[in-house]
């Protein structure tokens, strides 16, 4: 697959640097569809110059196997990521490479799998009928945002212990904060966005340190008590500096993405009033007067499909960045050492090889009978893939389940008209307006 040396003799893949120094960045950051447009012109894998680097775009299953999987170790994920998220998110492990990687991500697992997730169950359910019975008060609102508070709330209760009210309304604040400032110019002026963020990052890491320090004298069963507790095989721990900046992920990682599916979720069953309806009946014949359980969770097929494909046609981040530690060839082009490789997301989940008429909304195409992920392997990636699939996979699914069984077995909701449903990408996916909508209990 690779030889040693670079080698340019063999043939770069096709594209355009673009212009001296800024190469194609600016397009790249203003064109939405800068990439498809490129993809249609060059094919599935091309180059340019972005961000003040030579970058090879690669589309489709096989390239996300081979960067995710087979050949992943000829690309670092520490290299992938701006310096702004380095700084502001610290150390953690999305940052992680190698031995270091496979230590704290075994640590971490215990908090996301198995016994944790059921004693999460509860929490996550209050948390979200407060929520659906205070939409129902308010009747119209912008879903988007309230969705964000409400997964945040979920999130920071579980992962750091906070008590929902104004420490979370504080919480969410700094978070915001934070979040904006990983999409803004590094100045470092108090004023600035950027100076903004890296206040609330050094506020939230004083709120967990508070919140470790108390589980390390009283131990507790939410993620932060489990990571504290959590051990290697020679016995041990994450250090506080450790623990603080991987639960500040957990939060970052625990909500937004969450918040961008759901929102999604909402939006399409209102448009597809039959899959709507197919996904009320499957709930209605599941509800009882009691809490739902695990096992209920796992009796919903068709809800199933329906946030498959939710996350096929609207995942919530666009692709990945990785730097190229080492020179590869991938379709017959050589792409050399020190250059980023981005894999794209959205564009795989849109080829029509793998899912026949990639547009519609259609989540029959994940039923048994058709199955049509299971064509290729790493054809739906939304949550990544190979041995850095995301974390809270499960803790994710089962926060959605969970929501969108009491909304589908109790409310109605209706799309405000004339608002603005094109989507934007930044932080991730949502649709301009926010989803602004009527909704109210059924009767």
């Known amino acids: 697959m690779t030889t040693k040396g670079a080698d340019y003799s063999r043939p770069l893949p096709p594209g355009s640097f673009g212009l001296p120094v800024i190469g194609e960045t600016l397009s790249f950051l203003f064109d939405p569809n800068f990439a498809t447009k490129r993809q249609k012109k060059y094919g599935s894998i091309f180059k340019t110059k972005i961000l003040g680097r030579p970058t090879v775009i690669m589309v489709g299953p096989e390239a996300n196997r081979f960067i995710l999987s087979s050949d992943m170790h000829r690309f670092s994920w520490r290299d992938g990521w701006p310096d702004t998220f380095k700084e502001l998110l610290g150390e953690s492990l999305f940052l992680q490479e190698g031995e270091q990687h496979r230590r704290n991500r075994k640590l971490l697992m215990p908090a996301f799998h198995g016994p944790a997730l059921a004693n999460y169950m509860a929490t996550m359910e209050r948390i979200t009928k407060s929520y659906l019975e205070k939409w129902e008060s308010l009747g119209t609102f912008t879903w988007f945002s309230e969705l964000k508070q409400m997964t945040f709330e979920i999130a920071s209760t579980l992962l750091i212990g906070s008590e929902p009210g104004s420490l979370t309304a504080r919480l ?42 108390k589980r390390q004298q009283e131990p507790a069963q939410d993620a932060l008590g489990l990571l504290v507790q959590s051990r290697d095989e020679e016995g041990n721990g994450l250090s506080l500096e450790e623990i603080k900046v991987q639960a500040l992920l957990m939060l970052f990682a625990g909500h937004e993405t969450t918040t961008s599916m759901l929102t999604s979720f909402c939006m399409a069953l209102a448009q597809h009033p039959e899959v709507l309806e197919r996904a ?35 995942p919530p981040i666009g692709g990945g960045f990785r730097g190229v530690e080492e020179e590869f060839e991938f379709n017959g082009y050589y792409v050399p050492k020190g250059w980023m490789a981005l894999y794209r997301i959205n564009a795989t989940h849109i080829d ?82 926010g989803l602004r909508v009527e909704f109210r209990k059924m009767s």
């Open 352 to 433: 029509s090889q793998v899912y026949p008429e990639p547009e519609r909304f259609d989540p029959d195409r994940f039923s048994p009978e058709r199955a049509e992920h299971k064509k290729q392997e790493f054809s739906l990636v939304g949550f990544g893939g190979g041995p850095r699939i995301c974390l809270g996979i499960a803790f994710a699914q089962m926060e959605m389940k969970i929501f969108a069984a009491h909304l589908l077995r109790h409310y109605t909701w209706e799309l405000v008209p004339q608002q603005d449903l094109t989507l934007d990408p930044i932080p991730t996916l949502h649709p301009r307006s």
């Open 172 to 213: 969410s604040q700094w978070f915001t904060e934070l979040t904006t400032g990983l999409f803004s110019l590094p100045l470092r002026l108090g004023w600035t966005p950027y100076g903004r963020a890296l206040r609330a990052r050094d506020q939230l890491l004083d709120h967990i340190e508070q919140a470790v320090l």
């Open 280 to 314: 009320r009946a499957e709930q209605q014949q599941l509800a009882t007067d009691s809490s739902l359980t695990l096992d209920q969770l796992k009796q919903m097929p068709y809800l199933e499909q329906v946030l498959r494909e939710v996350e096929r046609l609207y």
